[in-house]
Each structure stands twice: as structure tokens, then as C-alpha cells.
């Protein structure tokens, strides 16, 4: 068995108690059947807590008012986890940030980016992402799996992330020259013409792409930039909304950014401006070129299962660029100001409501599978 995670994987530790928004509240945590299996088993006096606490008929963890886990005490530390060690864990809780995606023999390992942490670790990332892989024992067949697809994937992937991590070329390059890569593709795979995307990958390494996306960016230069980013900001409060405060954020971001054409493409230039001088953002193309890379390596192998090529690039891209949209809105509240905590803050925030809810993630692929960026 293959197993690939980024480089950073081993610097992730919870901080518990200190941190400012744990993964024990907001959202419904499953317990999975071996787990309940062995509470049922658990023994003592905290039998009876484990019974209370429990929702055996959903197969939860009851909450309280403010969507608190039963077991979070007033600390903020588990009361499970100081009664039973980590054995009083479920899976979802001995797990978590750790995010696994499986391929037949191959499992890819991330660290969600909705723990305030590991937004932390990425945000404050300076060198490109590296990704290790290493060979564990355990062999496995998947039925329905396609190891070409699945490897003509692998190194369009690679060759993503290594134009991705090109600091010669301007974050937006890069961007269209993954889109355009992915759209292509896509094109031979809808043609049924795989064995031909070994060549488009070539193609997005060439001069001559990289004049082609130029060229793109000087055609389509402020056309209708507002209008577009509104209607595609829009699709995010069809979302399962998992806390009211992101509702309420969703809202104020929009009111903030979508309401002239002109002082929206002025916001966005002074906003450009002051993220690449503001001391404390450091440099903002690397901040983008990490998210890029944490959204494409997480979902696009994922396109060996239903052959969405290009929406799984359109996800990555559409993520960053939310994100940003976000950012651009704060720092307008903020009186043009805003720093490299708060884009943290709004960076586990995103992904906690759209990364964290299957039911949204596969709405904004069905979204971007219908909807294409490149015209
Ligand atoms: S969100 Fe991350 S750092 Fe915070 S309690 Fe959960 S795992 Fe630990």
C-alpha cells in the first residue's frame, strides 16, 4: 500500500484546550458501529455518562445548546478522552484533521485546513509543499477501478502542482494554465481519447501555453468581473449552512463587495496593492499557491470515480477564490486592514462549512461540472 501525505504532516499537534475553535462543537459528530460497540462494554462509573451523553438511537454525540460536544467540559477538554485515553475515541475523533481519500492500493493522507492549526501551519508556509510517499504492508483490490485513468490523473496532478509552485509566473498564469490543462483533458475524456492526454500535459509546460494564457487574460481583462464573482459567491448560500454565523458572514461579504461595478474593481486593485505590500500577509501569491495546491492534491484524483476532470480544478480554483473574496470583504470592514490571522480565521472558516458537509461539497462540484470558467 502506498501511502503519500504533505511534508508538514508530522509539525500537526491538536492544541486542545487552546484552541480558539474547536472540532468538538458546530457540527454532528458520528460515531462509528465498532465504537458504539465498545462503549456499550465500558465498564464503572462513567457508564452512566457514557449513556447520557450518547445518542444511541442516531449514533451521535449529543450536544448541548450551543452545539457543544457532551463530553467538552468547561475547559474545553474531553472528559472521554481523560476518563477512557485515546481508546474512548470514535474514528471520527481519533482521526480528525487527518483526511484520507483511497485509491485501489494507494491512500492519500491531508490535513484539513478547517483546524484552526493546520490553517495555521499552511498560511504561515513559506517553501512549496512537498508530498512524501512511502510503502506500508496491505494489499487491496477496489472493484470498478481504473489504474490508467487513475495514473494519467497522478502525473497531470504532479505537473499541476509543480506549475502551481512556478514563482517565475503570476499567480493568475498559473491558475488559467491548470484550468487550461484540465479542460482540455476533460475534452479527451468526454472523446473517449485518454491515451491523448499524456500530449495536453506537455502542451500547459510550453512557451507557447503560457502566451496563450496571456493573451486570454488581456482579452477578457474587466469584463463583467463583478457580475461573474457575484453570481458564483451566490452559490455558496445554497449550501447546507452548518453554523449561522457563516450565514450571517455570507451576507455581510456580499453586501460589502457586490453592490457598484466601479468601486468593486477599484477594491479589488487597492486590495491587490495592500496584500502585496502589508508586511504581515508576507507575500499573498504563496498564501494562494498553498491553497491551490492543499485543494487540488486533496480532491482532483478523485476524477478516477466520475470522470469530472475539469470540475475538480474549477473546485480548487472556486475554493481559493471564495476565500479571497472573503478576505477582500473583511478587510473593507476592517477599514482596509487586515491580517494574516484573521485571513487564517476565514481560511478554516470556508473550509469548515463547504469541506465539512459531503451534501455541499458534491453541490459545488455539480455546480462547477455545469458551470465552466474558461469561455
Ligand atoms: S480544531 Fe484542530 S487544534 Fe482545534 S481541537 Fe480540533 S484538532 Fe485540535
Sequence with gaps: ???????????????????????????????????????????????????????????????????????????????????????????????????????????EITLSVSCPEVARILMNRMEPVQFISEEQEGEEEFEDFDPFLYSILEDARKEMITILQNRNLTISDRILLVLGMSHDMQGRMNRQEMFACSDVIAKYTTQRALQFVKDYQMKVKNKGEMAFAHIMFKHLFELELLREEWGILLKETEDLLYQDEEAYDKNKEEFQNYLANAETSSNISIHLEQLLVYFLFTYFPGAVYDGEIYAKVQLAVYCVWMIWEIWMARWIKNEKSLDLEEMTELVYRFSREVEHSDLNLRKVEEILSKKWFLT
Design 1 to 107: 500500500m502506498l501511502i503519500t501525505r504533505p511534508d508538514y504532516y508530522e509539525d500537526f499537534e491538536c492544541i486542545a484546550d487552546k484552541c480558539e475553535d474547536t472540532c468538538c462543537a458546530g457540527w454532528q459528530i458520528v460515531i462509528d458501529k465498532e465504537t458504539l460497540k465498545k462503549y456499550i462494554k465500558i465498564k464503572g462509573d462513567f457508564k452512566k455518562e457514557i449513556f447520557k451523553k450518547v445518542n444511541w438511537f442516531q449514533g451521535t454525540f449529543k450536544q448541548d445548546k450551543s452545539k457543544r460536544c457532551a463530553f467538552l467540559n468547561d475547559k474545553n477538554l474531553c472528559d472521554l478522552y481523560l476518563n477512557q485515553g485515546e481508546d474512548g475515541f470514535c474514528k471520527t475523533c481519533r482521526e480528525y484533521p487527518r483526511h484520507t481519500e483511497e485509491f485501489e492500493g494507494i491512500r
